[in-house]
Nanobody, 129 residues
Framework: QVQLVESGGGSVQAGGSLRLSCAVS???????MGWFRQAPGKEREGVAGIYFDGTSAYVADSMKGRFTISRDNANYRINLQMIALKPEDTAMYYC???????????????????????WGQGTQVTVSS
């Protein structure tokens, strides 16, 4: 059983930065780790993905250049660094995990919720204008 615990959310002004962290228990190097977010009244959407061994990093096109996903080797965490935050980034951010790739090409892509079967409780990010 994999347990995921998110942290690092908070309230910031537009243009600010936050680093979200996902603590993983029961880890395996080829777990595909994803970050998703859900804004009020909207569907949950994929943000970024990476294998737990730190390979195959992926960020959704709309967030490239502002969001970076990485592994914290010392603490067995998956981090999501967010800069130049915008009010539309306001959402609950969730960490998720699955065994292996999300597609036949061996990639770890946080695109479809149904690809992931372990989820954290979420951490709230609020960006004010």
């Amino acid at each position: 059983q994999v347990q995921l615990v998110e942290s690092g959310g908070g309230s910031v002004q537009a243009g600010g930065s936050l680093r979200l962290s996902c603590a993983v228990s029961g880890y395996y190097s080829r777990y595909c780790m994803g970050w998703f977010r859900q804004a009020p009244g909207k569907e949950r959407e994929g943000v970024a993905g990476i294998y737990f061994d730190g390979t195959s990093a992926y960020v959704a096109d709309s967030m490239k250049g502002r969001f970076t996903i990485s592994r914290d080797n010392a603490n067995y965490r998956i981090n999501l660094q967010m800069i130049a935050l915008k009010p539309e980034d306001t959402a609950m951010y969730y960490c998720a995990a699955r065994r292996g790739a999300t597609d036949s090409g061996g990639r770890c892509r946080a695109e479809s919720l149904s690809d992931f079967y372990w989820w954290g409780q979420g951490t709230q990010v609020t960006v004010s204008s």
